[in-house]
């Protein structure tokens, strides 16, 4: 099977976890973007209820603590990812709001309307688009809010290439436009979208998992499922930097009507 056919879940789970979890960030993002976003919330009080869905090992989920009110509780379903998350939360001191626990962004377990906010860095595409939208909605509060970024196509027209490698890895990948009118369709006021910038992408992720693939490569040394799955992932980053003009992650933020 060649790069191209690949997609991030025809590999071991176990070694995916454990090489994202030798990562600061698990996907393209920054704290000013997590900020930008947040800045178009404004429903949070001191007893707000907050989730972080499919929260990796929580860089972001610390940036939201440290800048809104409320308990967060940070959800993944790998328990390597929530176990570095709630390290990281008490070396901060932030362990009275926030906690990490083990789950599934499609098997919530919280009351109807009982949340002011759900996030989600990157990671709504594991259940895709508007399946997310359209199931959280009933856990959040009216008035509550959603924020996400998602994998977006940027243009009309791409190149054939690209196209094909996210038509196999996500097909629900969209533009702006309709991914707009998802939202809305799920029962939301599209408060705010916004292009995440391209040091997300470079310097926050692909040049950091350079030092990380190194360190991987050489502990899993000829296995060729790890060497497959470095492979796939070095593919990626070599189709950003030639086809970034075409697609990138967009920030979408709505309201619950």
């Known amino acids: ?20 979890s ?30 972080d869905l499919g929260c990796g090992t929580g860089g ?33 001191n932030l362990q009275s709001r926030v906690k990490g626990v083990i789950g599934s962004m499609d098997k ?8 002011d906010l759900i996030w989600s860095e990157g990671s709504i595409y594991n259940i895709g688009f508007e399946k997310g939208l359209n199931y959280w909605n009933p856990f959040l509060k009216k008035g509550g809010y ?10 009309d027209e791409r190149p054939k290439e690209i196209f094909d490698f996210w038509n196999n890895a996500y097909p629900q990948i969209d533009t702006i436009s309709n991914k707009i009118a998802q939202m809305q369709k799920a029962g939301y006021l599209v408060m705010a ?17 350079i030092a990380a693939q190194k360190i991987f490569l050489d502990k899993y040394r000829g296995n060729k499922s790890a060497e497959e799955f470095i492979k796939y992932e070095k593919y990626g980053a070599e189709l950003y930097n030639k086809y970034k003009q075409y697609y990138g992650y967009v920030f979408y933020i709505g309201k619950k009507m």
Request: aromatic fraction near 12%; charged fraction near 20%; proline fraction near 5%.
């Open 108 to 115: 919530l377990e919280f009351q109807l309307n009982e949340l």
């Open 60 to 92: 972001q989920t610390v940036i939201l603590a440290q800048n809104a009110p409320g308990d967060i509780i940070a959800m993944d379903l790998f328990p390597g990812f929530i176990g570095k998350l709630n390290d990281n939360v008490r070396k901060l």
């Open 193 to 209: 979208s916004f292009i995440l910038p391209e040091f997300c992408w470079t310097d926050n992720f692909y040049t950091p998992a």
């Open 22 to 51: 030798s990562m600061d960030r698990q996907g393209p993002g920054s704290p000013e973007s997590t900020l930008k976003a947040l800045s178009f919330i404004d429903n949070l009080h001191e007893k707000s209820k907050i989730v």
């Open 1 to 20: 099977m060649s790069d191209k056919e690949h997609n991030i879940h025809d590999f071991d789970i176990a070694l995916i976890c454990e090489y994202f």
């Open 146 to 155: 959603v924020a996400v970024s998602e994998a977006t196509w940027l243009t």
